[in-house]
Structure formats: C-alpha cells, structure tokens
C-alpha cells in the first residue's frame, strides 16, 4: 500500500502546477483524500480534501479559489491544481488517505515540493 506524491517545483508567483497522488496496493476512490502542507519552521496544515459522498471538496480559506482537487478514478491518481500561486504557497505537499468515516489518515505519501519565487 503505497501513495506516491508527485509534481511539485520551482514556479514564480502567479503560475501554476499541478501536484499528482497515485495509490498502489489500493482504490483511491474507495478513500477520502487529503492534501496537507507543511511550510519551514510551520506545523503541517490541511490545504484540501475530496470526499467519497459525491466527490465533495473542501478547502483552507487560503487556498480557497485558486486550488482545486480532483480524482480521476481510472488512474487511481488525485490531483491538486494550484493555480495564482503565492510566495507563501512554498512548503513540502503530502497527500494522504483515509476512511472516510474517519478522523485519521491511515496512509501517506512522502511528500513534494513546492517553491514558488516573488
């Protein structure tokens, strides 16, 4: 059981990427996923998620309207699409995995960076 985080990079304010989570070992659709980050010298913080109960996303206020998250069940993947990135975007990205009747997630992914330059 495996999560694999990946597209994270070195962007200039304003641009865009798109962060990938691919699942081995198990259905993505079958979790609610989670996005979370995690700044230098910050604790980590919930970005987004998406739910099993009709696809339902939620976000922090501070990405609200410029990220979006999706799955795509076909290719077990989740995607985060952070769009009018800002400086403070920068922090390492993990997404992760859980039942969705729960409070914890039970897998994670090990992580992408994002750096985003003024």
């Known amino acids: 059981v495996q999560l694999q985080a990946s597209g994270g990079g070195l962007v200039q304010a304003g641009g865009s990427l798109r962060l990938s989570c691919a699942a081995s070992?198990?259905?993505?659709?079958?979790?609610?996923i989670g996005w979370f980050r995690q700044a230098p010298g910050k604790e980590r913080e919930g970005v987004s998620c998406?739910?099993?109960?009709?696809?339902?996303?939620y976000y922090a206020d501070s990405v609200k309207g410029r990220f979006t998250i999706s799955r795509d069940s076909a290719k077990n993947t989740v995607y985060l699409q952070m769009d009018n990135l800002k400086v403070e975007d920068t922090a390492i990205y993990y997404c992760a995995a859980r039942f969705e009747l729960q409070t914890e997630y039970n897998y994670w992914g090990q992580g992408t960076l994002v750096t985003v330059s003024s």
């Open positions: 070992g198990f259905t993505l659709r079958d979790y609610a």
């Open positions: 998406i739910s099993t109960v009709d696809e339902r996303s």
